[in-house]
């Protein structure tokens, strides 16, 4: 693939990135893709916060 302008390069590395954070699955995730681990590794936390706040 060429890229004639610095325009197309920027585009073509947003497109993989989109793909790689939310269409990819990662077996170091358990086979989840990055925003899912994330959402769920911040739903952790937040419960996790919460219960030690209330003890």
């Known amino acids: 693939m060429f890229f004639n302008n610095l325009k197309q390069i920027r585009s073509a590395i947003e497109e993989w990135l989109m ?4 269409g990819r699955l990662h ?5 989840m893709t990055l925003n899912i681990s994330h959402t ?5 936390i937040f ?7 209330m003890a």
Not at 19 to 22: A, E, G, L, Q
Not at 27 to 31: G, V
Not at 40 to 44: A, F, G, H, L
Not at 47 to 53: A, E, G, K, Q, S
């Open 19 to 22: 793909v790689y954070n939310t």
């Open 27 to 31: 077996e170091a995730l358990n086979n």
């Open 40 to 44: 769920e590794t911040r739903s952790v």
């Open 47 to 53: 419960c996790v916060n919460y219960v030690l706040r």
